[in-house]
T-cell receptor
Framework: GAVVSQHPSWVICKSGTSVKIECRSL??????MFWYRQFPKQSLMLMAT?????????EQGVEKDKFLINHASLTLSTLTVTSAHPEDSSFYIC????????????????FGPGTRLTVL | AQSVAQPEDQVNVAEGNPLTVKCTYS??????LFWYVQYPNRGLQFLLK??????LVKGSYGFEAEFNKSQTSFHLKKPSALVSDSALYFC?????????????FGTGTKLQVIP
């Protein structure tokens, strides 16, 4: 259990276009999803925390108008990179924490396989 | 503020030998501690966690980790390394206080198991 998928696994786009990345929890309901960015040979940088049905909480320095996050259901969150530029090229990873009945399992995040974005 | 330190960028170990990947942390209160593994161009896979209870935690693929409160450490160990264990390993910490679930990751340690 606790499988998270991302789509697409990789995308190449032209500068100035927008790209949408989907994150789905396949076998559990995720009240909270997280979006990370990972640069080569570096750790994960949390971009934002996405809660179902409410606005995302962005980390300091992350432009919320550029990285639009929508968490419309308990199994789907989307990250849209608007007006992408080459410096947005990166590996984007989502994760999800699941809710089990009335007990919130707040201790473990399950990660998607990541999306490689290349902006030309 | 919470933080995690993985002092080794890379660890090399011969196949069949025991391995240790080091991690120390800083957090207010009792920590939630995690180990994840990442294979090239993939997301992170959960290995194990410490929340409370026994200081020795057993996880996936034969890995285990020992929580040491006095040394604020949570080193990852395996008795006998496999070539397939070669990957990037991340230690992570989270404070149990509050409803915000932000987890802080270390910088990662590359494990190279030599045949």
């Amino acid at each position: 259990g606790a499988v998270v998928s991302q789509h697409p696994s990789w995308v190449i786009c032209k500068s100035g276009t927008s790209v949408k990345i989907e994150c789905r929890s396949l076998d559990f309901q995720a009240t909270t999803m997280f979006w990370y960015r990972q640069f080569p040979k570096q750790s994960l940088m949390l971009m934002a925390t996405s809660n179902e049905g409410s606005k995302a909480t962005y980390e300091q320095g992350v432009e919320k108008d550029k990285f639009l996050i929508n968490h419309a259901s308990l199994t789907l969150s989307t990250l849209t990179v608007t007006s992408a530029h080459p410096e947005d090229s990166s590996f984007y990873i989502c994760s999800a924490s699941h809710t089990s009945g009335s007990l919130i399992s707040t201790d473990t995040q399950y990660f998607g396989p990541g999306t490689r974005l290349t902006v030309l | 503020a919470q933080s995690v330190a993985q002092p080794e960028d890379q660890v090399n170990v011969a196949e069949g030998n025991p391995l240790t990947v080091k991690c120390t942390y800083s957090v207010s209160g009792n920590p939630y501690l995690f180990w994840y593994v990442q294979y090239p161009n993939r997301g992170l896979q959960f290995l194990l966690k410490y929340i409370t209870g026994d200081n020795l935690v057993k996880g996936s693929y034969g890995f285990e980790a020992e929580f040491n409160k006095s040394q604020t450490s949570f080193h990852l160990k395996k008795p006998s390394a496999l070539v397939s264990d070669s990957a990037l390993y991340f230690c992570a910490v989270r404070s149990p206080s509050g409803g915000y679930q932000k987890v802080t990751f270390g910088t990662g340690t590359k494990l190279q198991v030599i045949p």
